[in-house]
């Protein structure tokens, strides 16, 4: 197997984590192509077809070490989040009307002759 690049392993570190090639060429500087690319190469390095499988491949040889440190126990619970003073002031507590319904409502008046 050949070595991979700095940027090819940077690449595949983002797109392990769920990156998409745009996003990664936004963080990156790069343009989308130019991650395309990098991912290519890595990929034909590795001898593999496809992102995921280089993903793969790179983890199992120890090529993405911050990965693989990660413990395999459940994910972290989901913290329930309170609404602050400020969101709870600011809900309303009448009905709101549509633009439509506020237009009926409204008294018409006659034109003066």
């Known amino acids: 197997m050949k070595p991979l690049t ?7 570190r983002w797109a392990a984590v769920g ?3 745009w996003e990664v060429g936004m963080i990156l500087g790069l343009t ?4 395309n690319f990098h991912i290519h190469n890595a990929c034909t390095k590795l001898q593999v ?20 440190d990660l413990p395999l126990s459940a994910p ?14 600011m ?9 439509q ?3 009926a409502a409204a008294p018409k ?3 003066e002759a």
């Not at 989308?32 to 991650?35: F, G, K, L, P």
């Not at 972290?76 to 002031?89: G, K, M, V």
């Not at 809900?91 to 633009?99: A, D, F, I, Q």
């Open 101 to 103: 319904s506020a237009h």
């Open 6 to 12: 700095t940027r090819e392993l940077t690449c595949l």
């Open 49 to 68: 077809h496809g992102r995921q499988a280089a993903i793969t491949v790179a983890i199992q040889a120890g090529l993405l070490p911050e990965l693989t």
């Open 91 to 99: 809900t309303p507590s009448v009905r709101l009307r549509s633009p």
């Open 32 to 35: 989308e192509r130019t991650i």
């Open 76 to 89: 972290p619970p989901i913290r329930q989040r309170t609404p602050s003073l400020a969101t709870r002031e």
């Open 109 to 111: 008046s006659r034109p």
């Open 19 to 21: 990156k998409t090639s």
